[in-house]
């Protein structure tokens, strides 16, 4: 589900689960698995999900690029759950820096989603237009400000650079792909773009590092998402 509705589930889910049960959030955003353990009391592990796919009709998935979870630390618990999801085809890579694996799953969701979404537009279509290519640069270089000012060391984002080839390669590989935010609007639903370039731009805010263009594009999707 929807970050919208984590503390929701996560009490109608406690329960049903064991006590010695574990809940993966795969969710988009940084603090769900938090969320859910303060709601619920359950124990709840984050993990950064790389795939894209949608839901074109109740009851059928498609499933359009990638499928890999990085979670973290290093620890039982966590290879344990690693080894499950191996079992099941399902790369999963254990991360002794999971909440700086968080920031760059934050980060290539604020570079695509919104721009996506207003223009309408898959990722492969932001990967071809220069002026699309400048704007994610833009909200990378942000996005990636606002992490290093709060002590975060976003793995392989050493500088924009890095991180604005790593968002234009990911909308290359997954080219045929619509951002769920996208997705979520198109059907009328509230989306996750609090949780997305709404959370950067406040974070900056807090921390006072400027994020006008993450505001901005949050901005633009909350207006559309009103008029829904």
Same mark, same amino acid.
């Given at each position: 589900?929807?970050? #919208?509705?984590?503390?929701?589930?996560?009490?109608?889910?406690?329960?049903?689960?064991?006590?010695?049960?574990?809940?993966?959030?795969?969710?988009?955003?940084?603090?769900? $698995?938090?969320?859910?353990?303060?709601?619920?009391?359950?124990? $709840?592990?984050?993990?950064?999900?790389?795939?894209?796919?949608?839901?074109?009709?109740?009851?059928? %998935?498609?499933?359009?690029?990638?499928?890999?979870?990085?979670?973290?630390?290093?620890?039982?618990?966590?290879?344990?759950?690693?080894? !499950?999801?191996?079992?099941?085809?399902?790369?999963?890579?254990?991360?002794?820096?999971?909440?700086? @694996?968080?920031?760059?799953?934050?980060?290539?969701?604020?570079?695509?989603? /919104?721009?996506?979404?207003?223009?309408?537009?898959?990722?492969?279509? %932001?990967? $071809?237009?220069?002026? /699309?290519?400048?704007?994610?640069?833009?909200?990378?270089? @942000?996005? !990636?400000?606002? /992490?290093?000012?709060?002590?975060?060391?976003?793995?392989?984002?050493?500088?924009?650079?890095?991180? %604005?080839?790593?968002?234009?390669?990911?909308?290359?590989?997954?080219?045929?792909? #619509?951002?769920?935010?996208?997705?979520?609007?198109?059907?009328?639903?509230?989306?996750?773009?609090?949780?997305?370039?709404?959370?950067?731009?406040?974070?900056?805010? #807090?921390?006072?590092?400027?994020?006008?263009?993450?505001? /901005?594009?949050?901005?633009?999707?909350? !207006?559309?998402?009103?008029?829904?």
């Amino acid at each position: 589900m929807k970050t #919208t509705d984590t503390e929701t589930a996560a009490r109608e889910l406690a329960p049903f689960l064991s006590p010695h049960g574990i809940v993966v959030s795969m969710q988009n955003g940084l603090d769900n $698995a938090e969320r859910i353990r303060t709601a619920s009391g359950m124990e $709840a592990l984050p993990a950064a999900v790389y795939v894209a796919a949608s839901v074109p009709e109740p009851g059928r %998935i498609k499933h359009v690029g990638r499928g890999d979870l990085v979670i973290g630390p290093q620890s039982e618990r966590t290879q344990r759950v690693a080894d !499950l999801f191996e079992r099941a085809g399902v790369p999963c890579r254990i991360s002794k820096n999971v909440e700086g @694996e968080l920031w760059a799953k934050l980060m290539m969701n604020c570079a695509g989603n /919104a721009v996506s979404t207003l223009g309408r537009v898959t990722y492969g279509e %932001i990967a $071809a237009s220069e002026e /699309a290519r400048k704007l994610v640069a833009q909200v990378v270089t @942000e996005v !990636l400000g606002v /992490a290093c000012t709060a002590g975060i060391r976003v793995p392989g984002m050493e500088n924009p650079q890095a991180g %604005i080839a790593a968002a234009l390669k990911l909308a290359t590989v997954m080219s045929r792909a #619509t951002s769920s935010t996208a997705q979520d609007l198109e059907k009328g639903k509230l989306t996750e773009i609090d949780s997305l370039n709404g959370y950067v731009a406040r974070r900056g805010e #807090t921390l006072g590092v400027p994020a006008p263009v993450n505001h /901005a594009l949050y901005t633009l999707v909350k !207006l559309a998402e009103g008029r829904r």
